[in-house]
């Protein structure tokens, strides 16, 4: 069965830093495109960051752009983002996601297959 496990969530202040991770299982991992969306209270989920199976493509919100870091280790079946300088509007719930499709990252939530149960984060003002 495929699973991915996000950890690295938590309470941070405004001005702060996380690093998430999310490991997947499956002998293909180099091969999956793996991205991260996140869902705040009561709104919808929304694109982060993505990166192709290969690292060579990476593709960002503008809402995070130059303050997150998308990358990954496939000696690891790990995908991880940095996220620093932190505001209060990032906390909800990331969630990373692996499509079988090729082709750059893609944005849209029905092309990913695999999701794993999410991580919260909340950034204090």
């Known amino acids: 069965q495929v699973q991915l496990v996000e950890s690295g969530g938590g309470l941070v202040q405004a001005g702060g830093s996380l690093n998430l991770s999310c490991t997947a299982s499956g002998r293909t991992f180099n091969v999956n495109t793996m991205t991260w969306f996140r869902q705040a209270p009561g709104k919808e989920r929304e694109f982060v960051a993505g990166?192709?199976?290969?690292?060579?493509?990476?593709r960002y919100a503008d809402s995070v752009e130059g303050r997150f870091t998308i990358s990954r280790d496939n000696t690891k079946n790990t995908v991880y983002l940095l996220m620093t300088s932190l505001k209060p509007e990032d906390t909800a719930v990331y969630y990373c996601?692996?499509?079988?499709?090729?082709?750059?990252?893609?944005?849209?939530?029905?092309?990913?297959?695999?999701w794993g149960q999410g991580t919260q984060v909340t950034v204090s003002s």
């Open positions: 990166v192709t199976g290969t690292g060579n493509s990476i």
């Open positions: 996601a692996r499509t079988w499709l090729p082709g750059g990252v893609r944005i849209a939530q029905s092309e990913y297959h695999d």
